[in-house]
């Protein structure tokens, strides 16, 4: 296993950086078949969240692959390598290991303990299943990686020491008020209906508000989402309303909303400054909003930006009557946040499921050599079996199938012992060199090897993406 992981996020990269690095799908897809077409990656995929980026590869050379993976890294983002590169974080193997799962377990997000993220870790595995670029490697990492972090949360406590981006960017609106107090009866607006905007919609109606507006480029998938959040059981309360609307009406909807989502995948804004005062200035003059929490401006426009790069211009905060809460701001917030006692048992089953990777990895990467120790053998039996019916051509069939399974007998229990002990002993921590020892003292065909390793590649490359047990 030459596992390699070369990224940067919110704890290594300023937020302008992160923005800049930001990546489209396509742009995605395009970075890993770059990857895989270098000389040192023989599997990529890439992890891409609002707050990170990470090129995973199996690689044979270490530095070889650090040096292309930062590369392809700056190419695509369009960030300058001398630039990028100080913000740029480096796993290898065990490490690589560690850190995607502590990743998963939400150990690394910018609000401890969040779940989002697995949903985004099953997106990368996707991704390299769909162009065939995830091989045995990575496709058992990111299965393992969604495994360890459903276990984190269903036998810890994690989910108390922190939630969603947009709960904790909610309760950062609300200026340490209760939410459901701060969203009840509001007319909110929310950009965008991928997976981020989908959770704002409906924490929003569980909150208590009394209207959802959304808008999207996909007029379809707006209207979806305002379907699912008003069917029968759904998150909103009795009265609840949501309808979607076509993006040419998001500044007339800003003008009635007294809160905005927006977490699209544009490259420039959504909401200008000038727009968000326009549709204050809108309003109608002289209304009246109390005070919160002793805020000297009431805040008559709550907006939360969860997209990278950001949606609404920066210098809306200025404004008068609004509050603007983004991914910078939310960095800063989360810091002071207090990590729950669970997050030590998390780290704890983290360990131990890498120490159990590592292990099945070992054990796995001596099999293909005592796959190859077998069919050799099986060949040799195949020859003798031949050279006896030539010696004894008068043998019966009876007689033949006797000899037969007579000598595959006792090749297998010679074999046996020593290719169960040794896959015990390569699952050890530096229990890789077995498999060279193994094919040394057999005098394997390396070609042999490599094809057994080739045809499991295979089958895992094109294995179709499934949920984990």
């Not at 078949?33 to 891409?48: K, R, S």
């Not at 150990?107 to 949903?119: A, Y």
């Not at 003798?384 to 019916?389: P, S, T, W």
Request: hydrophobic share 45%; with cysteine.
């Amino acid at each position: 296993m030459s596992l390699l992981v070369v990224g940067l996020s919110h704890r290594s990269a300023p937020v302008s950086v992160l923005e800049r690095a930001a990546l489209t799908r396509d742009a995605q897809a395009k970075l890993v078949q770059d990857t895989l077409a270098a000389e040192p990656a023989t599997e990529a995929t890439v992890l891409a969240t609002c707050n990170r980026i990470e090129l995973y590869a199996d690689v044979d050379k270490f530095h070889a692959g650090v040096a292309e993976l930062s590369t392809l890294l700056a190419q695509h983002t369009g960030v300058g390598l001398d630039e990028l590169t100080p913000y740029l974080y480096v796993h290898y193997e065990d490490r690589a290991v560690h850190h995607l799962f502590s990743v998963a377990c939400g150990l690394d997000s910018m609000v401890v303990g969040e779940g989002q993220i697995l949903g985004q870790i099953k997106d990368a595995l996707a991704l390299g299943q769909e162009l065939h670029t995830a091989g045995r490697l990575l496709n058992d990492l990111f299965q393992q990686a969604l495994r360890v972090g459903k276990r984190a949360h269903s036998e810890t406590g994690i989910d108390r020491a922190g939630q969603s981006l947009v709960t904790f960017g909610l309760e950062q609106l609300a200026a340490g008020g209760a939410v459901p107090e701060w969203a009840l009866g509001k007319r909110a607006l929310v950009i965008g209906a991928g997976s981020m905007s989908s959770l704002a919609a409906a924490t929003l109606a569980r909150a208590g508000v009394a209207h959802v507006a959304i808008a999207n480029r996909t007029a379809e998938r707006a209207r979806r989402l305002a379907a699912i959040l008003t069917e029968p059981g759904g998150p909103g309360a009795a009265g609840f309303t949501a309808e979607a609307v076509e993006m040419t009406a998001v500044a007339e909807e800003l003008s009635r909303a007294d809160v905005v989502v927006s977490c699209t995948g544009a490259t420039g804004l959504v909401l200008t400054a000038e727009a968000v005062r326009g549709a204050l200035a809108a309003r109608t003059a002289g209304a009246v909003v109390p005070r919160q929490n002793g805020d000297a401006k009431a805040v008559r426009l709550a907006l939360l930006d969860l997209a990278m790069p950001r949606d609404i211009d920066a210098a809306a905060h200025r404004i008068e009557g609004t509050r603007l809460v983004d991914i910078e701001s939310l960095a800063e917030a989360s810091a002071d946040a207090p990590m729950a006692a669970d997050v030590d048992q998390v780290r704890t089953i983290v360990s131990d499921e890498v120490a159990a990777f590592g292990a099945a990895q070992r054990a796995a990467h001596i099999t293909p050599t005592v796959v190859a120790l077998r069919t050799m053998a099986a060949d040799v039996v195949a020859s003798e079996i031949a050279r006896l019916d030539g010696r004894l051509p008068d043998l019966d069939d009876k007689q033949r199938a006797e000899i037969t399974q007579t000598v595959r007998r006792v090749v297998d229990k010679l074999l046996h012992a020593p290719t169960v002990r040794v896959k015990e002993l390569a699952a050890t921590p530096g229990g890789a060199g077995y498999a060279d020892a193994l094919r040394e003292l057999f005098d394997l065909d390396p070609q042999a090897v490599a094809a057994v390793s080739r045809a499991d590649s295979r089958a895992d490359t094109h294995t179709t993406a499934r949920e984990p047990a």
